[in-house]
T-cell receptor
Framework: DTGVSQDPRHKITKRGQNVTFRCDPI?????LYWYRQTLGQGPEFLTY????????KSRLLSDRFSAERPKGSFSTLEIQRTEQGDSAMYLC?????????????FGQGTRLTVV | KQEVTQIPAALSVPEGENLVLNCSFT??????LQWFRQDPGKGLTSLLL?????REQTSGRLNASLDKSSGRSTLYIAASQPGDSATYLC???????????FGKGTKLTVNP
C-alpha cells in the first residue's frame, strides 16, 4: 500500500472558479478526513466520513464547500466560487476503526492558490 | 472548546543534543494523542500514537509521554540529527468527536 494519495499536489486558480480535489485513502480504511492548513498554523478539521456517510462537518465548511465519498472509497472536495481566503493546503487523512487503533495517516496535501 | 498549545514555537539545537518538545491541552477528556512531523510544503507523517490508557510510547530515538490529568504530553528526541529538522505537531482526539485538534507546532532546526 502506498499510503494516502491526493491529487493534484498543486492547484492555481482564478477567483470565482470552481476546483475539485481527490483523495484516495489507505485500502480498507473506513474513515476519511479533510483538514485545511494555512501558513504557520496547525491543520483545522473540515469534515469526516465513515464509509460513505458524512458524519461531521465543521462550521469552517461554508456552503461553497462540498465533500463526497461515493461507495466509501475515494473522496472529493469541491470548492465553488473560490475566494482568495481559500488559499491553503488541503490535507486528507484516513484511519480504520476496525483495528481499534485510531492512528490517522495523512496524504501529501493539495496546495491551493487563488489569484 | 479544546485548545492545544505547543511550546516552544521554534527551537534550534546543535547536532547530538537530546531535546524535549511540549504539548498541552485544555480539556483532559481525550482518548488519544498523536505526534506528527511535517517537512516544509509536505503532508504530515505520523510519529507516535498514545492511547488514553497508556502513559508513553517509544519508536527508535523518539519517546512520547502523556499525562491526561495535567493535560500535557512531551516528545523526547534523543541524539538529534540534522534530518530531524522539521515542524512537529501534536494533536488530540477529543472525546465525543472523531476529529483531531492540532497545536500550531514546534519548528525544530538541528544544526550540523
Amino acid at each position: 500500500d502506498t499510503g494516502v494519495s491526493q491529487d493534484p499536489r498543486h492547484k492555481i486558480t482564478k477567483r470565482g472558479q470552481n476546483v475539485t480535489f481527490r483523495c484516495d485513502p489507505i485500502s480498507e480504511h473506513n474513515r476519511l478526513y479533510w483538514y485545511r492548513q494555512t501558513l504557520g498554523q496547525g491543520p483545522e478539521f473540515l469534515t469526516y466520513f465513515q464509509n460513505e456517510a458524512q458524519l461531521e462537518k465543521s462550521r469552517l465548511l461554508s456552503d461553497r464547500f462540498s465533500a463526497e465519498r461515493p461507495k466509501g472509497s475515494f473522496s472529493t472536495l469541491e470548492i465553488q466560487r473560490t475566494e482568495q481566503g481559500d488559499s491553503a493546503m488541503y490535507l486528507c487523512a484516513s484511519s480504520s476503526i476496525r483495528t481499534g487503533n485510531t492512528e490517522a495517516f495523512f496524504g501529501q496535501g493539495t496546495r491551493l492558490t487563488v489569484v | 472548546k479544546q485548545e492545544v498549545t505547543q511550546i516552544p514555537a521554534a527551537l534550534s539545537v546543535p547536532e547530538g543534543e537530546n531535546l524535549v518538545l511540549n504539548c498541552s491541552f485544555t480539556d483532559s477528556a481525550i482518548y488519544n494523542l498523536q505526534w506528527f512531523r511535517q517537512d516544509p510544503g509536505k503532508g504530515l507523517t505520523s510519529l507516535l500514537l498514545i492511547q488514553s490508557s497508556q502513559r508513553e510510547q517509544t519508536s527508535g530515538r523518539l519517546n512520547a509521554s502523556l499525562d491526561k490529568s495535567s493535560g500535557r504530553s512531551t516528545l523526547y528526541i534523543a541524539a538529534s540529527q540534522p534530518g530531524d529538522s522539521a515542524t512537529y505537531l501534536c494533536a488530540v482526539y477529543q472525546g465525543g468527536s472523531e476529529k483531531l485538534v492540532f497545536g500550531k507546532g514546534t519548528k525544530l532546526t538541528v544544526n550540523p
